[in-house]
């Protein structure tokens, strides 16, 4: 059987992409699924952009603006559009090298080289997403011409490649450089960023642990107005609630913290340096945390965020005492809380610590986590406020750790108030 030409197929590809320019999504089927899909969608085979199926069979199919392509052509239709790409490369930097070179390019107009180039580069990154030279030469299109119509239709694009490439590095950079060259003369930037930020949700319910999709998140919270970052600090919580175990949340939740606080301390108000809601906030992040460490045993991430809300509150919340500009209540309030806070953790340590006589391995994680951030606590109280725990029993501590997670009891060495206490 003759196998079908790649220039064809590439030829079709691209006519197939611009004759719906709203599909969204892209996959790659083998080809004896084909069959399969139009029975499951409940509707006759209605093969897109086929070559002489009578021979080959079906090689693109399409529906509802979403486009599938066998796996049998990916490899020749691959070579084609890199041999294609590379070719209208060269063309463009020779045309633009400088004027004297134009004219060994006299036959194509600027306005065709850049339109071969975006069109075969296009099709080269949706097989290929992580091409890093195919992106920077849709950068320099995309510079010159400064449409932000274009820049607009560069998101659309990533977008199509990240629901087959939702960890694409590439793709993402592109999407935050596209962002960095709209965000002066944007008027709806705020708009953007919520569609960014709801894009990274979707693609993190299918595409679990996609760091690199929750730090492009974390990078959109610069961009986003006080009021946006708070609406997306209280959204994040059911999903962070249900996804115990992704890290990538939770450093979210706090980079959206961070700025929040940042905000304050940049107020021109007096009385900044406390801000009672941020205070209320961190307060009710922190019984958040502590219920999800006791429903959610033996999940890392979540003692993390603990950490994480800990150092916040010593740093912003913690120093009253020294400060002569604040009011006596507002002391008052960061004594009683220092109080609170060291009973709460002390339970919270106790009742985590306990082993029961069980298989589950998750309640000795959960002890080995307790530990560790007792072990950590007490250095970052000692260390900030001169505070000293003494109702922790340092010999039960170390005990804990020396029989939970041997390989923790070298944190003692690293704490010499510890040591010299046992």
């Known amino acids: 059987m003759d196998e079908p030409d790649p220039l064809e197929l590439l030829n079709q590809f691209e006519d197939i992409l611009e004759s719906d320019p709203l599909i969204d ?55 084609a559009a890199k041999n294609a790409f590379v070719e209208a490369y060269k063309n463009y930097k020779v045309h633009h090298r400088d004027d004297k070179n134009a004219s060994t390019c006299s036959s194509s ?13 296009r099709a080269l990154l949706l097989l290929s997403s992580d091409f890093g030279t195919v992106w920077n030469s849709r950068k320099l299109v995309l510079s010159k011409k ?29 999407r935050r450089w596209v962002i960095k060259m709209i ?34 998140r974390c990078w959109l919270v610069s961009y986003m107005s006080a009021e946006q970052v708070l609406q997306e600090f209280n959204k994040s919580r059911e999903w962070a609630g249900l996804h115990v175990a992704d890290n990538s949340c939770f450093h979210y939740r706090a980079r959206l913290m961070l700025r929040l606080f940042e905000e304050s301390q940049h107020s021109k108000d007096q009385e900044a340096s406390f801000n009672p809601e ?34 916040c509150w010593i740093r912003y919340f913690a120093r009253g005492d020294h400060d002569r500009s604040l009011r006596s209540n507002q002391i008052n ?27 589950f391995e998750d309640y000795q994680a959960q002890a080995t986590f307790a530990a560790t951030y007792m072990v950590w606590l007490k250095k970052q109280l000692s260390g900030a406020l001169a505070i000293d725990i003494q109702q922790v ?24 108030e510890l040591c010299e206490s046992t």
């Open 183 to 216: 965000a002066g003369n944007c008027s709806n930037l705020q708009e953007i960023m919520e569609r960014e930020s709801e894009l990274v949700k979707k693609l993190a319910e299918r595409s679990k642990m996609n760091y690199r999709a929750w730090n492009h």
């Open 278 to 311: 941020l205070h209320e906030l961190l307060k009710d992040e922190f019984n958040w945390a502590e219920q999800l460490i006791k429903r959610y045993v033996g999940r890392e991430a979540l003692w993390l965020h603990r950490r994480f809300l800990l150092t």
């Open 393 to 416: 029993e340092t010999s039960r501590l170390k005990s804990l750790l020396n029989n939970v997670c041997p390989e923790k009891i070298l944190l003692w060495n690293s704490l010499p």
């Open 109 to 121: 107009s600027p306005l065709s080289l850049d339109s071969e180039l975006m069109k075969h580069s």
């Open 25 to 79: 999504e892209i996959g790659f089927i083998h080809p004896a699924q084909f069959a399969a899909l139009n029975e499951d969608i409940g509707t006759p085979s209605t093969p897109v952009g086929s070559v002489q199926k009578s021979t080959f069979g079906t090689l693109f199919w399409g529906k509802d603006h979403k486009l599938g392509i066998s796996t049998k052509v990916l490899f020749p239709l691959y070579v």
């Open 333 to 359: 309030i960061r004594t009683v809380d220092i109080d609170m806070l060291i009973d709460n953790e002390l339970e919270l340590f106790h009742s985590c610590s306990i082993v029961p006589d069980s298989d």
């Open 146 to 174: 400064q449409s932000f119509s274009m820049f607009m239709n560069e998101l659309i694009f990533s977008s199509l490649i990240l629901s087959h490439s939702p960890k694409s590095e590439q793709t993402w950079s592109q």
